[in-house]
């Protein structure tokens, strides 16, 4: 049941539902719970009214002296339904806003770990339906299922007291059956709701999935594969749909049968008294008014609870969102890093992913102020791990990170990254225009020194040679760009932001030979005066660096500069070894290729 958890889920809804801080909304709210009560009167005494008409009284309140100067409209209570409803606008939108924004800042304080693992279409969807429904359960609760069960209690009392108590027992047994097998059934239900969600958010990852692996499917001619899992996943969502309508079906035939059961055997009832004389044609006239208006909210009673469960089947996602935790926290009243010099220390870190499998173990560097210390070694051996706890993706296990003496894990994540700059190996950009892109390393800086960034990184002249120049769109994750103009729009990126710390991850690994020169040009500038960490897969590239480390295993195999490690012809110098031996094949393939080249010609 969804209810399971009611008070922990209501802990958690709690915040959204009184506009805190806006008193202009507040007093919006409480104008609106004024308004509902106003509504629940006007209903009371509107089929009083018209019984007094009916039978040529004085046109006054029963126990009332004072007259009715005017006739209520027999529309006053949907005037004031949707005045209210009006008026419940800005609240709504107050709701929506907050939720989705604390919900998205949730999202962006969540680690690393989750977010690699996480399936886009899946959290957007879950996001979506999430914030709508929790502005359908305050507006069914407070404004559909309060005054529908305040109208039932406030009918069964007045037939009770004015009429006798085999009225009372009928609305009574009509309306206690029609709650109970409308909340049964409803119950019996949520299977197929829930059932419905999970095939509709898989149904959207997969497509997001897939146009968002574009080239991929065309690489393989695929598209048709892609077409047929798309509309599998929507054969298995309408499936599960089907279920979900024709239960709803049901529900609705048999609270049907019970309101009409209901109606018949209190009008014959309230028939027999008029022939009988016990009864007036006044009382025949109130007791249908009643439950003809009973029964247009009661009948849409089902559908308001079938909307609340629906709100909280659709909400568990959200609120499985909202308790994932965060696991790189800020320590309490934790300080703002204050940069010194900028040396870097590792100390007996050790770090692991998965528990049993050791990435890093027991390792310790310097990087003193403004020099450059490269990390080579084989792949999955835990170079990008080091630039990772750096930066604080995530939090070491053992030992710690300083920067000037200072535990990266006792300051504030913001203070820390405020002062490192990145170049990722995998460059994403946002699909907007090169200018923003590049203006992101600092979003307050000026065109001018946008072009001034670009300059530096050696991509300005590039971009101007684009019909519509810095205001080119770069496409979904930048896919209209090379792979030189990305990282040189990362790099532009990464000098706007003017860090004392650089951090380089296999800035150029994927980029031909001539490209990388280019490139590394520009990496120069970056880290003049910086200290700089860079993640090296070309050893060509990290010559000059001050320390260069060799990873092993987890360990710090061998550390020294270039020449030093050639010299002990140790790992380096085997890797050395091998990218030259790989060098000039390539170098012979090539130039085989141009001779057969030129005996065919």
Partial sequence: STWLGFRKKVR????????????????????????????????????????????????????????????????????????????????????????????????????LRWHLGRKTGDVLRSIDRGTTSINSLLSYIVFSIIPTMADIVISIIYFITNFNA??????????????????????????????????????????????????????????????????????????SEWKAQASLAFLNQTQNVIIGGGLLAGSLLCAYFVTEGKFQVGDFVLFGSYIIQLYTPLNWFGTYYRMIQNSFIDMESMFKL?????????????????????????????????????????????VLPGQTCAVVGPSGSGKSTIMRLLFRFYDVQGGCINIDGQDIAKVTQRSLRAHIGVVPQDTVLFNDTIRDNIRYGRVSACDHEVEEAALAADIHDKIMTF???????????????????KQRVAIARTILKAPQIVLLDEATSALDTQTERNIQTSLAKVCINRTTVVVAHRLSTIIGADQILVISDGRIAERGRHEELLLKGGLYSDMWMRQQQAQDTDSSSDTEAKDLTLNRE
């Avoid at 009167?41 to 046109?59: R, T």
């Avoid at 009574?172 to 509709?200: A, S």
């Avoid at 994932?324 to 100390?347: C, I």
């Avoid at 019909?467 to 103009?485: A, N």
């Fill in 166 to 239: 085999w009225f009372g027992l009928i609305v009574f047994v009509c309306m206690g059956l029609y709650l109970t097998l409308t909340i049964i059934i409803t119950e019996w239900r949520t299977k197929y709701r829930r059932d419905m969600n999970q095939k509709d958010n898989n149904a959207k990852t997969k497509a997001v999935d897939s146009l968002l692996n574009f080239e991929t499917v065309k690489y393989y001619n695929a598209e048709n594969y892609e077409v047929g899992r798309f509309e599998d996943a929507i054969l298995k969502y309408q499936v």
């Fill in 467 to 485: 019909p519509e120049g810095y205001d080119t769109q770069v496409g979904e994750r930048g896919l209209k760009l090379s792979g030189g103009e």
């Fill in 322 to 366: 909202f308790e994932e935790d965060e696991e790189v926290k800020d320590e309490v009243n934790a300080g703002s890093l204050q940069y010194k010099k900028g040396m870097v220390e590792f100390k007996n870190v050790y770090f692991n992913y998965v528990d049993g499998k050791q990435i890093l173990k027991d390792v310790s560097f310097t």
């Fill in 12 to 111: 958690v809804l709690l915040p959204y539902m009184w506009p805190r801080g806006n008193t202009f909304l507040q007093l919006l709210v409480v104008f609106c719970l004024t308004l509902l009560g106003i509504e629940r009167v006007v209903n009371v005494f509107v089929p009083i009214y018209y019984k007094n008409i009916g039978e040529g009284d004085n046109l006054s309140l029963p126990h009332q002296s004072l007259p009715l100067p005017l006739p209520l409209p027999p529309g006053a209570s949907g005037f004031i339904s949707n005045l209210r409803s009006f008026l419940w606008i800005r609240v709504q939108q107050f709701t929506n806003r907050v939720v989705q924004v604390r919900l998205f800042s949730h999202l962006h304080s969540l680690s």
